[in-house]
């Protein structure tokens, strides 16, 4: 493990990286720009813990979702079902997630994702964030840090 915070153009990598190895259908993804940053319907996220502490959010819009859950479990849109979407929703975020916190300072854990409606979550910071268009669907990947880790980093300085 690293001691250092993923930048954004690492976690452009990231993102790239789990796109091409997860959904690469002769699609590419896009990373890093987007036209009109779309608010998400749904999202994803793990958490760490340890010696970093925050979360990993992937959001998009249903739509978005239903596209990556058709494209993961190789089934058409019509089929997949709101399970199917947070499974697949759940295993982007665990994937990003993982490689995000190969990065971080050690000790740290990573939780199972959780999948949610998204709404505006003020006590957050963002550390760094990408957008990926997929499919002319728009995703948001975004590094935040808890309000407590903050406070302690505060209190460390």
Same mark, same amino acid.
């Given at each position: ?5 993923p ?30 940053d779309?608010? +998400? ?8 813990? +340890? ?24 089934m ?6 709101p399970a199917?979407?947070g ?9 990003l ?27 957050v ?9 997929w499919?002319?669907?728009?995703f ?7 309000p ?7 209190v460390?300085?």
């Open positions: 493990m690293s001691s250092e915070i930048t954004v153009e690492q976690l452009d990598d990231i993102a790239e990286q789990v796109w091409a190895a997860f959904l690469d259908d002769g699609n590419p993804a896009v990373i890093g720009f987007a036209a009109g779309e608010r +998400g319907d749904l999202a994803a996220s793990v958490s760490v813990a +340890g010696a970093w502490e925050g979360t990993l959010v992937v959001s998009c819009t249903d739509d978005a979702s239903r596209e990556v859950a058709s494209a993961l479990f190789a058409p849109v019509s089929e997949v079902t199917d979407i499974d697949a929703l759940g295993e982007l975020a665990n994937v997630g993982g490689n995000v916190k190969s990065m971080l300072p050690s000790p740290s854990t990573l939780s199972l994702p959780e999948v949610f409606t998204t709404d505006d979550d003020s006590q910071v963002e550390v760094c964030r990408t957008v990926v268009t499919r002319e669907r728009t948001t990947v975004a590094l935040l840090k808890s407590r880790a903050v406070a302690q980093e505060e460390a300085s």
